[in-house]
């Protein structure tokens, strides 16, 4: 129970546009209100986190928050999601290690777990590490998903300049105005030419972008970032 102690609110939304609509920040203050009133806290300050990410803590309210955890203002730390606070089992750990040291109790509403006791730091670690796992492993499956599509010459996402969809909707082919463009490029390029000077001599032989507009140091700028990638 957190009778009569002192605690602060942690909410975040990762998009702007949560931000600015505030459902969502609503939906978790609501939580983080109801869960200070039923364990009879004083919910000192909410702090807000608008269209941050949690890949980092480098957030503007939480460092605000673990400011005042370092400074013994707080007691308890209420959050309506685990993910809320952070996505990262790493940085969990380290939360969880300062929280213990200043004596702080960290209670998820979405959980239910308290980490006031060691049964509590224990769950919310293993469900962290867990719920990385399975970031990891989609982004594994869809990684190798995805090189098998282009290993099959399947269109993935934008198209490659050189290429276009063939007529069955679903390969590329090479496009020969545009293999001819790429290959200046890359001539070009080899022999040093920075890319305004690239721009200058594609449009001096009357080649043309995509869209057929006449070629920029940005256009350049982005054919090439976009085929050193794909080696």
């Not at 109801?34 to 608008?50: F, K, P, Q, S, Y």
Request: charged share 25%; with cysteine; glycine share 8%.
């Amino acid at each position: 129970m957190l009778n009569g102690m002192q605690a602060i609110g942690y909410v975040r939304v990762s998009t702007d546009r949560q931000a600015e609509q505030g459902v969502s920040l609503e939906a978790q203050e609501a939580k983080i209100r109801a869960m200070a009133t039923i364990h009879n806290a004083e919910l000192a300050e909410m702090i807000i986190d608008g269209g941050e990410s949690a890949k980092s803590l480098n957030r503007p309210g939480l460092q605000r928050l673990l400011a005042l955890i370092n400074a013994g203002h707080v007691q308890a730390v209420i959050i309506a999601k685990m993910d809320r606070l952070t996505r990262s089992v790493k940085d969990l750990c380290n939360l969880l290690e300062l929280l213990e040291k200043r004596k702080v109790a960290l209670i998820s509403v979405a959980e239910s777990l308290d980490t006031a006791s060691a049964g509590g730091r224990l769950v919310i670690t293993i469900m962290a590490a867990v719920s990385q796992w399975e970031r990891e492993a989609i982004g594994e499956r869809t990684r190798d998903a995805l090189r098998h599509k282009r290993s099959q010459g399947h269109r993935v996402g934008n198209i490659p300049f050189g290429s276009r969809l063939a007529a069955d909707g679903q390969h590329l082919e090479p496009d020969a105005a545009e293999q001819s463009a790429l290959h200046e490029i890359r001539r070009l390029r080899g022999e040093g030419t920075s890319l305004r000077g690239i721009a200058a001599a594609l449009n001096h032989r009357e080649y043309r972008t995509r869209r057929g507009t006449a070629w920029r140091l940005e256009s350049v700028a982005r054919i090439v970032n976009q085929h050193s990638q794909a080696v």
